[in-house]
């Protein structure tokens, strides 16, 4: 107490939210970080899914916000995870839209859990990087939700059919590793072989050889 007192009487905000979170006030750590933009100290200071569903479903929208679409994905990732280990404090956390969740009175939480993948799926492929849609897949490849792989193929579909090379050969890259993900060697290996032709055509022999033989 001494120590938060210290950083209060500084004005050091990081400082103040991880003493918060030592001390287990973390609803208040994320209300003060929230308002003094320390948000990514709270989250370094919270060990995965330790805290309550509301916590990491306000953070997720404090990055959704923010434009900080790959930290969103996390968090409602993150939020899924802590709900299905606390689901009695998830009973008044339900879908709203086809994306986003908010606070409500109704609903299931199997209902919350579904809508914050979703969420996750959705800013992980709005972000877009190569880290993002990976983690995407992964999600997708551990939940196996037909919503959720259909939201990844769709994005991957408008990606392998761009009129730019690289973005076309990544996205067939990620639609390799989805297949993977999902357990579907045939159309792993089916998507493995085109890429393996492309690779053929630009003269890429040797990388040819090697996407055949991950495959």
């Not at 001390?23 to 003060?32: H, I």
């Not at 306000?58 to 802590?82: D, F, N, V």
């Not at 994306?99 to 959705?122: L, Q, R």
């Amino acid at each position: 107490k001494l120590a938060l007192q210290y950083c209060l009487d500084k004005g050091d905000h990081e400082g103040q939210t991880e003493m918060l979170v030592i001390l287990g006030r973390v609803t208040e750590a994320m209300e003060l970080a929230i308002v003094h933009n320390t948000v990514d100290a709270l989250v370094s200071n919270i060990n995965n899914s330790e805290a309550e569903p509301q916590v990491y479903l306000q953070i997720a929208k404090y990055y959704e916000q923010h434009s900080q679409y790959l930290k969103a994905g996390r968090m409602y990732e993150t939020c899924c995870k802590s709900a299905s280990l606390r689901p009695s404090l998830a009973e008044n956390l339900v879908p709203s839209g086809d994306f986003y969740v908010e606070e409500s009175t109704s609903g299931t939480v199997s209902e919350f859990i579904d809508a914050c993948n979703n969420s996750a799926v959705h800013f992980y492929l709005k972000d877009g990087t190569s880290e993002a849609v990976d983690s995407a897949i992964a999600l997708v490849g551990r939940v196996r939700s037909s919503s959720q792989i259909a939201q990844v193929v769709d994005w991957l579909a408008d990606q392998t059919q761009s009129t730019s090379a690289a973005a076309s050969k990544e996205g067939a890259r990620h639609l390799f590793e989805l297949h993977i993900a999902l357990g579907d060697l045939t159309r792993a290996a089916h998507v493995a072989c085109v890429l393996s032709r492309q690779e053929q055509d630009m003269g890429n022999y040797k990388l040819a050889h090697e996407q055949v033989h991950h495959a």
